[in-house]
């Protein structure tokens, strides 16, 4: 084949669009003004690939497979080309993270290493750095993303591909702080649709939807390929669907795979709306197609949950059985799913030494803080839980799940006010979150019954009697049950 000589990478990374912030500098044959005799030939797939990287977009899988394949072979005849390997090594990343198969990263590892052994760290490395970061993120070991892209960007605050790195890994340490300054730094130095895509996930973070559902009209505005437009459009269906707009959501996905039909995130974002909507013929399908697209372990688990929630428990089984017995270690969030599943479908104390773990190893997000705070209540500890709860809850992100688990848990330790209020407002954020979990919360609201109509305990009147809101049981119905441990 023709090899396109595409020379000098900088990588950068999200978790499944790994290579899409990478700004490259490539081959002189696809620069303005060099061709003095006519326009610039039309560049192939692998040039696309680097072109989209350079402008911070995704490019489609077939012109990634092309830009692989293209870099393996220059790279028989070339092995001394550092640069080369660091955007082998940042291709196999992405199309890793993309197709969720963790066979990629290996490969990725050892590209990148052979990339330093050629052009040490020492000696300006900074490419194969920043493509160690982004394998990192994809793998989920927040920490070391962050030493190497804090590497980069102390010997070079203005390369802007740095920052997405680091922005994924702060948001996985929960180190929120510190995702926000990046993310300010990102705005200064680089505009467009990846940009707009990642202000979207910030302000969605925080829980200002309005400002997130902006940005990412804007990133599908600014998307100048498929492959990017869909990835926009799924972000619109995401943020339809936790703000519980179903049939929103369901356009927004259906949209995206029109322009991307194998779409694995918009395949699983129009089943889960598709469940909420009772359309559960096509949710299950919507599943196979995207499992079989994107094996990750949210899906497994989510449409295990439908099938249970659908009495179809044998099927159910059959996705928990994958979910016990693959390895996901290299999945970013694979703990906590598995964490979740335990705590619901098998062993509680095996899940919170599974989150503790991760709490010990700094992974301190509030995804791992929900999990947590869940997994401790089923092995029957509530005042711990509440404690990584609050944490989950206090942060900004507005989410039905980790308001359920933090109604639950003030349900089981008997704060029946907080317990309504939370367990209430996670039906009002999506009154649809979960096949198993949304029928709960409304059957525990209502066993809790109306708020009292008098004052709570703390503001009456010291000769003042009745019970209230302040942690005694709502009149004139039974103390309710507490979630099963």
């Not at 990046?182 to 200002?208: I, K, N, P």
């Not at 995207?290 to 929630?309: D, H, N, V």
């Amino acid at each position: 084949m023709k090899t396109e000589n595409v020379s000098r990478t900088v990588l950068a990374a999200g978790v499944g669009a790994v290579f899409a912030a990478t700004a490259l500098l490539y081959a002189p044959e696809f620069a303005p003004g060099l061709f003095d005799d006519g326009p610039a030939p039309a560049p192939g797939p692998a040039a696309r690939a680097v072109l989209a990287a350079n402008a911070g977009t995704q490019a489609s899988l077939p012109d990634l497979t092309a830009l692989i394949s293209d870099r393996e072979t220059w790279l028989k005849k070339h092995p001394a080309d550092d640069a080369s390997w660091a955007v082998l090594g940042a291709a196999y990343t992405e199309r890793g993270a993309r197709l969720g198969d963790v066979t990629y990263y290996p490969r990725a590892e050892r590209a990148l290493r052979r990339s330093l052994e050629v052009l040490p760290a020492a000696r300006g490395n900074l490419d194969a750095q920043l493509g160690l970061g982004a394998l990192a993120n994809a793998r989920g070991d927040w920490k070391t993303a962050r030493t190497w892209a804090e590497a980069v960007t102390k010997k070079d605050p203005k390369r802007w591909s740095a920052y997405p790195v680091l922005i994924d890994a702060y948001n996985g340490l929960g180190q929120y702080t510190s995702a926000r300054k990046a993310m300010a730094s990102l705005e200064e130095l680089h505009s467009g649709g990846a940009v707009s895509a990642r202000a979207a996930q910030t302000y969605r973070d925080r829980g200002w939807r309005e400002d997130a559902w902006a940005a990412a009209t804007d990133a599908v505005a600014q998307a100048d390929s498929p492959a990017e437009k869909a990835a926009a459009l799924g972000r619109l269906g995401d943020l339809a669907w936790e703000r519980g707009e179903p049939e929103e959501a369901v356009a927004q996905y259906g949209t995206a795979l029109g322009l991307v039909p194998d779409h694995g995130p918009s395949l699983a974002g129009r089943a889960r709306a598709q469940a909420a909507l009772g359309r559960t013929v096509e949710a299950l399908r919507d599943y196979r197609a995207a499992l079989e697209r994107l094996p990750l372990p949210e899906y497994l688990l989510e449409a295990g949950e439908l099938y249970e929630s659908l009495g179809l428990d044998e099927e159910a089984e059959s996705r928990y059985e994958l979910l016990r017995t693959r390895t996901w270690t290299d999945s970013p969030y694979g703990e906590v799913v598995l964490g979740l599943f335990e705590a619901d479908h098998g062993d509680a104390e095996a899940a919170v030494r599974r989150l503790k773990d991760e709490w010990e190893r700094g992974h301190r997000s509030v995804r791992v803080a929900d999990a947590l705070g869940w997994a401790l209540l089923r092995a029957g500890e509530p005042e711990e839980a509440l404690e990584y709860a609050k944490k989950a809850t206090d942060e900004g992100l507005r989410s039905a799940l980790f308001s359920y688990h933090r109604g639950e848990i003030e349900r089981a330790l008997g704060e029946y006010g907080p317990a309504r209020r939370h367990l209430a407002e996670a039906l009002r954020i999506n009154p649809r979150f979960s096949p198993l979990l949304a029928p709960r919360a409304e059957a525990a609201v209502a066993s809790l019954g109306e708020p009292p109509d008098e004052l709570p305990k703390e503001l009456r009147p010291a000769d003042g009697g009745g019970g209230g809101e302040g942690g005694e049981a709502p009149a004139p119905r039974e103390t309710p049950e507490a979630p099963r441990p």
